[in-house]
């Protein structure tokens, strides 16, 4: 099937993308991230003062991880379609996941480290 209506099965940047998200090299860089974030969420709590440089780490990397894994999730749902393919982004439990707490890291971004207890 198409993906967002726009690109074919043939479409060179889904080939492209298919090829590489399949990669082992990719698939643990991602997961390396996933673990590297998990970490660095485990240092956030109330106690890093507003104003520390703790603190703009950790609120900068979030928004940093979150525009990592947000242009996972659509280079997934492009190359792979949101629903129709057998493989396609919905189909896979993980994906699901992923696409959650995608979702959800978007919409806490407006409200900074206040938001974080929803996504922990």
């Given at each position: 099937g198409?993906?967002?209506y726009l690109f074919g099965p043939q479409n060179r940047l889904r080939q492209r993308l298919?090829?590489?998200l399949v990669t082992k090299t990719v698939e643990?860089?991602?997961?390396?991230?996933?673990v590297v974030n998990c970490i660095f969420m485990t240092?956030?709590?109330y106690h890093?003062?507003?104003?520390?440089?703790?603190r703009d780490f950790l609120d900068t990397s979030d928004r940093i991880f979150t525009a990592i894994f947000?242009?996972?999730?659509?280079?997934?749902m492009l190359a792979f379609t949101v629903w129709e393919a057998p493989n396609a982004y919905a189909k896979s439990s993980w994906n699901l996941l992923d696409g959650f707490i995608?979702?959800?890291s978007l919409l806490?971004?407006?409200?900074?480290s206040d938001a974080k207890v929803v996504r922990s």
């Open positions: 198409t993906s967002f298919r090829d590489l643990m860089g991602m997961i390396c991230l996933a240092l956030d709590d890093v003062a507003p104003d520390s440089f703790l947000t242009l996972e999730m659509v280079a997934k995608v979702l959800t806490s971004l407006p409200f900074g």
